[in-house]
T-cell receptor, first 112, second 111 residues
Framework: DAGVIQSPRHEVTEMGQEVTLRCKPI?????LFWYRQTMMRGLELLIYFNNNVPIDDSGMPEDRFSAKMPNASFSTLKIQPSEPRDSAVYFC??????????FGPGTRLTVT | GESVGLHLPTLSVQEGDNSIINCAYSNSASDYFIWYKQESGKGPQFIID?????DKRQGQRVTVLLNKTVKHLSLQIAATQPGDSAVYFC??????????FGTGTRLKVLA
């Protein structure tokens, strides 16, 4: 299995631009999680899906952030408009039930 | 809400010695815990888990101890190797199906 796939691996954008991060979970997993990691706040859960349905988005910072999971093999996290404080590493993870989560390699986002 | 604290943000250990990474949690309802290892530039990777009906679980060179009375976990790594250098997270699971990771503990292995 290729594991969780994320793209792009690095993204540099200017403030105000729209950013879309993509994730392909491990086949057969029914949970998908989006995390953000910064030095100051560590690893924070933004939102998670179960069977493609958003279950908890209480970690989404504000309305500028949105996430979708149109099917079992694809999810996106969108930031519009982006701000410098959004700069972080964004991880996608998937799991079977809510057990051990398998993380992707992350997307390093820099907003200038 | 849930909080996870780590007693030692950075731990330096001599190669070959044993490492102990500690973790305190606040939600007494947490009944499942996972330790993750994150190497530089990579996503966290599962190391070992433990359920609240256990107080000890062993894996390959790692042992996790759980003390529910004081809401404390520890991860013990035997014969620490350079490849063990990483950031370690303990992640208690709460009833909202969420793991709380916190900032982690950095383990540095000295040659």
């Amino acid at each position: 299995d290729a594991g969780v796939i994320q793209s792009p691996r690095h993204e540099v954008t200017e403030m105000g631009q729209e950013v879309t991060l993509r994730c392909k979970p491990i086949s057969g997993h029914d949970y998908l999680f989006w995390y953000r990691q910064t030095m100051m706040r560590g690893l924070e859960l933004l939102i998670y899906f179960n069977n493609n349905v958003p279950i908890d988005d209480s970690g989404m910072p504000e309305d500028r952030f949105s996430a979708k999971m149109p099917n079992a093999s694809f999810s996106t996290l969108k930031i519009q408009p982006s701000e410098p404080r959004d700069s972080a590493v964004y991880f996608c993870a998937s799991s079977l039930f809510h057990h051990e989560q398998y993380f992707g390699p992350g997307t390093r986002l820099t907003v200038t | 809400g849930e909080s996870v604290g780590l007693h030692l943000p950075t731990l330096s250990v001599q190669e070959g010695d044993n490492s102990i990474i500690n973790c305190a949690y606040s939600n007494s309802a947490s009944d499942y815990f996972i330790w993750y290892k994150q190497e530089s530039g990579k996503g966290p990777q599962f190391i070992i888990d433990i359920r609240s009906n256990m107080d000890k679980r062993q894996g390959q060179r790692v042992t996790v101890l759980l003390n529910k009375t004081v809401k404390h976990l520890s991860l013990q790594i035997a014969a620490t190797q350079p490849g063990d250098s990483a950031v370690y997270f303990c992640a208690p699971w709460n009833a909202a199906y969420k793991y709380i990771f916190g900032t982690g503990t950095r383990l540095k292995v000295l040659a």
